[in-house]
């Protein structure tokens, strides 16, 4: 494999031999066409069963997909160097340097070369701050490379993600560092407009056009033109709506309501959605002529509970942030109070961190805030998942959102707290013919190898079919010594 790097790379700089090299199979997949006998043995891989095989099985789980950085390598022309990579318990995170060879030597598939290196995390590592998006995790990293290698584009970006992970920043963010950025960034959320007035406020109207039209309205569009329209929640834009605004994407003019004549646009349209798009043109819902037209990239972002690595600095970020707000200052979080963040499962995610922090900063007049200040917080979910199972509330479909931080200290009983209860686990344990129950995760190797079969070898569907998170599973993979080679056995 050396040989064949460096006749590849003949007349340029000296570059590290490949640890793997991956060939452009059919729809774009990437397969294993070879790998490093040492990076063989630091992963516990068989190299008779990964060549050949797709990258995405070989190194299942892994953030960013290989598959992804080896299109993206070979769409920019260029290698891209030092890209964190997590592949999983055991295995850690690694840093990355994926260059483009060209062509095989049948000239018929692209290949690329990747450079793995194990990244020390020594200590706790400054978290890289991009415009108010904080982190460090791989899945995070992924993101802010996206912004910058598709912030330069005029093309339309959709930004997935759960409610909370931050997907307006992510727009903005590509708006401020593309070359429209000295021009109007315009926001209009899709779902908290009535479908009678969603047209009006997108392409605007003139004075009369129905009643209550006292004046001439300039809609969106016209406000955003020649900078960026972001449209929020576009999942949920009524079907008559998506009609005209695929009219206006084609034709770049827009026609207000009671108007007899077009105007001219120059729009760069990014949207978001917390709706599986490919899902809701399935169900009739949202038109596959406008999907594809708005979907030229896509960006995912994490959901918190994959990245609790970052919560750290994210607490630090938010800290700074409310000491700017009101006027005092809270130094930190002591490591038990960290612990139990990081525990929980944030359904509402980044928006959900900061206002638990913000309430708890509040009320703590101390300088540092300790576990003990989440108690209330706590309290109010351990009562509504109480609800929850016997039956009253937000119905059993509900449980996922109302998870309580694992493993959680008991705290000292107080006067005050005397009747605090003990805090259940977050992750909850599969339970008889598939229901969840709240009894804790207490997975045996037995358990974890037989899902493993059952799941094909996908860590992410194995931890399904055992009722937990996926970080829950590498925890216990960690607890009991085993890597993925040792479940292939």
Same mark, same amino acid.
């Given at each position: 494999?050396?040989?064949?790097?460096?006749?590849?790379?003949?007349?340029?700089?000296?570059?590290?031999?490949?640890?793997?090299?991956?060939?452009?199979?059919?729809?774009?997949?990437?397969?294993?066409?070879?790998?490093?006998?040492?990076?063989?043995?630091?992963?516990?891989?068989?190299?008779?069963?990964?060549?050949?095989?797709?990258?995405?099985?070989?190194?299942?789980?892994?953030?960013?997909?290989?598959? %992804?950085?080896?299109? @993206?390598? %070979?769409?920019?022309?260029?290698?891209?160097?030092?890209?964190?990579? $997590?592949?999983?318990?055991?295995?850690?995170?690694?840093?990355?340097?994926?260059?483009?060879?060209?062509?095989?030597?049948?000239?018929?598939?692209?290949?690329?070369?990747?450079?793995?290196?194990?990244?020390?995390?020594? /200590?706790?590592?400054? *978290?890289?701050?991009?415009?108010?998006?904080?982190?460090?995790?791989?899945?995070?990293?992924?993101?802010?490379?996206?912004?910058?290698?598709?912030?330069?584009?005029?093309?339309?970006?959709?930004?997935?993600?759960?409610?909370?992970?931050?997907?307006?920043?992510?727009?903005?963010?590509?708006?401020? &560092?593309?070359?429209?950025?000295?021009?109007?960034?315009?926001?209009? +959320?899709?779902?908290?407009?009535?479908?009678?007035?969603?047209?009006?406020?997108?392409?605007?109207?003139?004075?009369?056009?129905?009643?209550?039209?006292?004046?001439?309205?300039?809609?969106?569009?016209?406000?955003?033109?020649?900078?960026?329209?972001?449209?929020?929640?576009?999942? @949920?834009?009524?079907? +008559?709506? &998506?009609?005209?605004?695929?009219?206006?994407?084609?034709?770049?003019?827009?026609?207000?309501? /009671?108007?007899?004549?077009? &105007?001219?646009?120059?729009?760069?349209?990014?949207?978001?959605?917390?709706?599986?798009?490919? &899902?809701?043109?399935?169900?009739?819902?949202?038109?596959?002529?406008?999907?594809?037209?708005?979907?030229?990239?896509?960006?995912?972002?994490?959901?918190?509970?994959?990245?609790?690595?970052?919560?750290?600095?994210?607490?630090?970020?938010?800290?700074?942030?409310?000491?700017?707000?009101?006027?005092?200052?809270?130094?930190?979080?002591? *490591?038990?109070?960290?612990?139990?963040?990081?525990?929980?499962?944030?359904?509402?995610?980044? $928006?959900?961190?900061?206002? %638990?922090?913000?309430? %708890?900063?509040?009320?703590?007049?101390? @300088?540092?805030?300790?576990?003990?200040?989440?108690?209330?917080?706590? $309290?109010?979910?351990?009562?509504?998942?109480?609800?929850?199972?016997?039956?009253?509330?937000?119905?059993?479909?509900?449980?996922?959102?109302?998870?309580?931080?694992? /493993?959680?200290?008991?705290?000292?009983?107080?006067?005050?707290?005397? @009747?605090?209860?003990?805090?259940?686990?977050?992750?909850?344990?599969?339970?008889?013919?598939?229901?969840?129950?709240?009894? *804790?995760?207490?997975?045996?190797?037995?358990?974890?190898?037989?899902?493993?079969?059952?799941?094909?070898? +996908?860590?992410?569907?194995?931890? $399904?079919?055992?009722?937990?998170?996926?970080?829950?599973?590498?925890?216990?993979?960690?607890?009991?010594?085993?890597?993925?080679?040792?479940?292939?056995?």
């Amino acid at each position: 494999m050396t040989e064949e790097i460096e006749d590849r790379s003949r007349g340029a700089l000296p570059v590290p031999a490949p640890d793997l090299i991956l060939a452009e199979g059919p729809g774009h997949r990437w397969q294993v066409k070879a790998m490093s006998d040492s990076l063989v043995k630091m992963l516990g891989l068989d190299a008779s069963l990964t060549v050949g095989r797709f990258a995405d099985h070989v190194f299942s789980g892994s953030v960013p997909s290989l598959e %992804v950085l080896a299109q @993206d390598a %070979v769409s920019v022309g260029r290698a891209m160097l030092d890209i964190r990579l $997590r592949l999983g318990a055991p295995h850690g995170l690694w840093s990355v340097d994926v260059r483009p060879l060209g062509l095989d030597d049948d000239f018929k598939a692209r290949l690329v070369a990747v450079v793995f290196r194990r990244v020390a995390v020594a /200590g706790k590592e400054k *978290p890289v701050s991009f415009r108010g998006m904080v982190g460090n995790s791989p899945a995070i990293r992924e993101v802010f490379r996206k912004i910058a290698m598709y912030a330069p584009s005029d093309a339309a970006v959709v930004i997935t993600g759960e409610t909370g992970t931050g997907k307006e920043l992510v727009a903005r963010a590509l708006h401020d &560092q593309g070359l429209r950025s000295d021009a109007p960034f315009i926001a209009v +959320n899709c779902s908290a407009i009535s479908e009678e007035l969603l047209e009006s406020e997108l392409f605007g109207h003139e004075k009369g056009a129905f009643t209550g039209a006292l004046r001439s309205h300039r809609g969106r569009f016209e406000r955003a033109d020649g900078g960026t329209l972001f449209l929020d929640e576009v999942g @949920d834009m009524p079907l +008559n709506t &998506q009609s005209k605004l695929l009219r206006v994407l084609e034709g770049g003019a827009i026609e207000r309501v /009671g108007a007899e004549r077009e &105007q001219k646009v120059d729009v760069r349209i990014l949207a978001a959605t917390n709706v599986p798009l490919e &899902q809701a043109v399935g169900t009739g819902r949202f038109r596959a002529d406008l999907y594809h037209r708005i979907s030229v990239l896509r960006i995912h972002l994490p959901p918190l509970r994959d990245r609790v690595e970052d919560i750290p600095y994210l607490v630090e970020h938010f800290l700074k942030i409310f000491a700017r707000k009101y006027g005092r200052r809270i130094y930190r979080l002591t *490591p038990e109070a960290v612990s139990l963040l990081q525990a929980y499962m944030w359904p509402g995610n980044v $928006r959900e961190l900061r206002n %638990v922090l913000e309430r %708890v900063f509040i009320e703590t007049q101390a @300088d540092v805030i300790g576990a003990r200040a989440f108690g209330e917080w706590i $309290r109010e979910r351990q009562d509504f998942l109480a609800e929850v199972r016997d039956g009253h509330g937000a119905g059993r479909s509900s449980l996922s959102a109302v998870l309580l931080p694992q /493993g959680a200290q008991r705290m000292e009983r107080t006067k005050a707290e005397a @009747d605090f209860r003990p805090v259940f686990e977050a992750e909850f344990y599969a339970g008889e013919e598939g229901e969840r129950s709240t009894r *804790p995760a207490n997975l045996t190797e037995e358990e974890i190898r037989r899902a493993y079969r059952d799941a094909g070898g +996908n860590l992410a569907d194995a931890a $399904r079919r055992l009722g937990v998170h996926r970080a829950t599973l590498y925890r216990y993979l960690d607890k009991l010594g085993l890597s993925r080679a040792d479940l292939e056995e």
